[in-house]
């Protein structure tokens, strides 16, 4: 089992920055993908970007390549997300999930709430 709590979202200006944080825990979670995802309202959800907790490879959106980073402090058992230059279009509830198959059979935070206003 592992446990994911995400924080730091919020209400930001379009063209400000956010740093969203996802605190893990439980047993083995070394060995999982961590990522990221959004769902807007009337949207699917949709992949942001990912990272292999183990060795930091990383994957991204190719639309959200260049404005938002994903990173993880090993030590802290902690995963973030930097999202620069923030547009209206970047409102969504954020999760963050970890898997070692499918997202679909991963675990999942409860999402924070991120709204770009213009």
């Known amino acids: 089992q592992v446990q994911l709590v995400e924080s730091g979202g919020g209400l930001v200006q379009a063209g400000g920055s956010l740093k969203l944080s996802c605190a893990a825990s439980g047993r083995g979670f070394v060995t999982y993908v961590m990522g990221w995802f959004r769902r807007s309202p009337g949207k699917e959800r949709e992949f942001v970007a990912s990272?292999?907790?183990?060795?930091?490879?990383?994957a991204y959106a190719n639309s959200l390549k260049g404005r938002f980073t994903i990173a993880r402090d090993y030590a802290k058992s902690t995963l973030y997300l930097q999202m620069n230059n923030l547009s209206p279009e970047d409102t969504a509830v954020y999760y963050c999930?970890?898997?070692?198959?499918?997202?679909?059979?991963?675990?999942w935070g409860q999402g924070t709430q991120v709204t770009v206003s213009s």
């Open positions: 990272i292999r907790w183990a060795g930091g490879t990383t």
């Open positions: 999930g970890a898997t070692t198959t499918t997202w679909a059979n991963g675990y």
